[in-house]
C-alpha cells in the first residue's frame, strides 16, 4: 500500500511539473488601466474581468458596506445601458457573468462565446465609465444588500462568527468590520456620497482588466484601446489605509448566544499578510489540521474522540496580516472546554514534533491539485492573472507561486505553529445555544 501511495505521489508531482506554463502578454495602457491577455483557441469562450483595488478595507469607518453595495449597484445600468439589461445582454448571448466583494478588491467576470468578446469589452468599459448612481438604484440595491444580510448573517446558524472574529481581533485595522457592512450607514449614505465613492475607485488607475481565452492578441489590443483608453484617471487621491494593527499580548475570549442547536469553539490567530514566506507555512499548517478526513482536527475531534460533528480551519489570505481561524461543532450534550482542551493538543503538537513524511506530501499533493484545478478554466485563469498583477505585481506568480508552497520545509511549519499558534495572539469564542 505504501509503495502505491508512493507511485501516486511521484506520478502526480511529475504531472505538475509537466503542465505547461501559462502564457500571457501584459501592458497598461495612458490612463493606468493594466492589461493581461492570454490566447488559448482550444475552445470557442472567453473570459472578460475586471479587477478594481477596492474592498471593505477602504470603506470609512462611518460608511461601511459601500464597496459591496457597489458590487451590486454596478449591475443597475448605464447611460447607454436601461436598468436590469446587463445580465439581458449576457444571458441572450449565451454566457453567464458574476461578481465579487472581499476586504480588499471586488472583482467581475464574463464568460462569454469568443465572438461575443466585443459585446464584453463594452459592457465591462461601460461600467467603469458610465454607470448610473441614482436615487432609484441605490434604493433598490439597498433593499437587496438588507435582504442578502438577513439570509447571510443574521438567520443563518453561525453566520455572525466572523462579524463576531474579526471585530475582537482588529481594533484599529479596518478588517474589524465586516464586507456586508452596516444597513445603517448606507441608509445614512447620500447620493453625493455615492457618487464620490464610485468616481475614487472604479476608475483605469485602480483597476486590472484581464481577458483569458479564444482570443487574437494584436486584435483584442486593438479593442482593448477602443473600450477603454478614453476613460479618464480617477481625479481622486485614492486612498490605502496604512493602520498597523497592534501586536496582542493576550488572549481575547468571549461566549456568544445564537439561535443555534450545537456548541461551537472558534479560534482565530493573527498570521503574516498573503505573499510572505511565513504565509504559505501557516496556510500548509491550515491544511495538515483540516483538510480532508485523515487531517488532524477530523480525526481528533470527529473519528476518535466523537466530541464533534465538524472540526476544520481555513486562512484568510488578506493584502494585510490576516487571520486563520480554527473552529469544531460539538455533538448534542458534549462539553466545550474538553474539546478545547483537544484542539489545543494538536496545535502544541504541531509545535513540538515535525509533521510526517506523508502528511506532508499528501498536503503538497492537495496544493498542487488546486493549482491545476484552478487553471483548467478560462475564468480561473482570468482571476488568477488579475489578482497576481493587483497585489504583488508579479503576474507571472500564475506559474512560480506553486513553488513558494513546495519550498516550506516540516522546521518552517514547526517554527510557524511557535510564532502564530500561541495564546496570546488568538481570539477565541465558545458559540452557544440561547437559552
Not at 433598490?140 to 438567520?155: A, F, G, L, M
Not at 503574516?272 to 480532508?292: C, E, R
Request: glycine share 4%.
Amino acid at each position: 500500500m505504501k509503495f502505491y501511495t508512493f507511485i501516486f505521489l511521484f506520478t502526480f508531482s511529475f504531472a505538475f511539473s509537466q503542465v505547461k506554463p501559462i502564457e500571457f502578454t501584459e501592458f497598461t495602457l495612458n490612463n493606468g488601466l493594466h492589461v493581461i491577455l492570454h490566447e488559448d483557441n482550444s475552445t470557442p469562450i472567453v473570459a472578460i474581468s475586471v479587477m478594481y483595488h477596492v474592498g471593505s478595507k477602504n470603506e470609512n469607518p462611518e460608511r461601511t458596506g459601500m464597496a459591496h453595495f457597489f458590487e451590486h449597484l454596478l449591475f443597475e445600468g448605464s447611460e447607454n445601458i436601461s436598468r436590469g439589461e446587463f445580465d439581458d445582454y449576457i444571458e441572450n448571448s449565451g454566457g453567464s457573468n458574476n461578481a465579487y466583494t472581499s476586504n480588499d478588491k471586488t472583482y467581475y467576470h464574463e464568460v462569454l462565446p469568443s465572438n461575443q468578446l466585443d459585446l464584453g469589452l463594452w459592457l465591462e468599459s461601460e461600467r467603469m465609465l458610465h454607470a448610473k448612481v441614482e436615487p432609484i438604484g441605490i434604493e433598490t440595491q439597498r433593499e437587496v444588500v438588507k435582504e442578502e444580510k438577513r439570509q447571510r448573517v443574521d438567520n443563518q446558524p453561525y453566520g455572525t462568527m466572523i462579524g463576531e472574529m474579526m471585530k475582537r481581533a482588529y481594533i484599529k485595522h479596518p478588517y474589524r468590520w465586516t464586507v456586508i457592512g452596516s444597513m445603517e450607514h448606507l441608509n445614512a449614505a447620500t447620493e453625493k456620497e455615492f457618487m464620490d465613492f464610485y468616481k475614487t475607485f472604479y476608475a483605469p488607475n485602480n483597476a486590472v482588466l484581464s481577458i483569458a481565452g479564444d482570443i487574437n492578441i494584436e486584435e483584442t489590443k486593438l479593442l482593448v484601446n477602443k473600450y477603454f483608453s478614453n476613460i479618464p484617471k480617477s481625479k481622486h487621491d485614492i486612498p490605502r489605509p496604512n493602520t498597523i494593527e497592534p501586536e496582542k499580548n493576550r488572549e481575547i475570549r468571549d461566549t456568544i448566544f445564537d439561535n443555534i442547536q450545537l456548541d461551537a469553539i472558534i479560534h482565530g490567530y493573527h498570521i503574516p499578510a498573503q505573499g510572505s514566506k511565513d504565509f504559505y507555512a501557516v496556510d500548509m499548517l491550515n491544511k495538515i489540521l483540516s483538510d480532508g478526513k485523515s487531517s488532524r482536527l477530523h480525526k481528533e475531534l470527529v473519528e476518535k474522540s466523537q466530541k464533534c460533528v465538524y472540526a476544520g480551519a481555513f486562512t484568510f489570505n488578506l493584502e494585510d496580516p490576516g487571520l486563520t481561524i480554527a473552529f469544531a461543532m460539538a455533538n448534542s450534550g458534549e462539553n466545550p472546554e474538553e474539546i478545547e482542551n483537544i484542539m489545543n493538543k494538536e496545535y502544541n503538537k504541531l509545535k513540538s514534533e515535525f509533521i510526517t513524511d506523508r502528511e506532508l506530501e499528501k498536503v503538497r499533493n492537495q496544493i498542487e491539485s488546486d493549482f491545476v484545478n484552478s487553471n483548467s478554466r478560462m475564468d480561473g485563469i482570468a482571476e488568477s492573472l488579475a489578482n497576481y498583477y493587483l497585489f504583488y505585481k508579479n503576474t507571472n506568480l500564475i506559474n512560480e507561486e506553486i513553488n513558494r508552497y513546495l519550498a516550506v520545509t516540516k522546521e518552517d511549519i514547526m517554527n510557524a505553529a511557535k510564532k502564530y499558534y500561541n495564546k496570546q495572539n488568538r481570539v477565541t469564542l465558545y458559540y452557544l445555544p440561547k437559552k
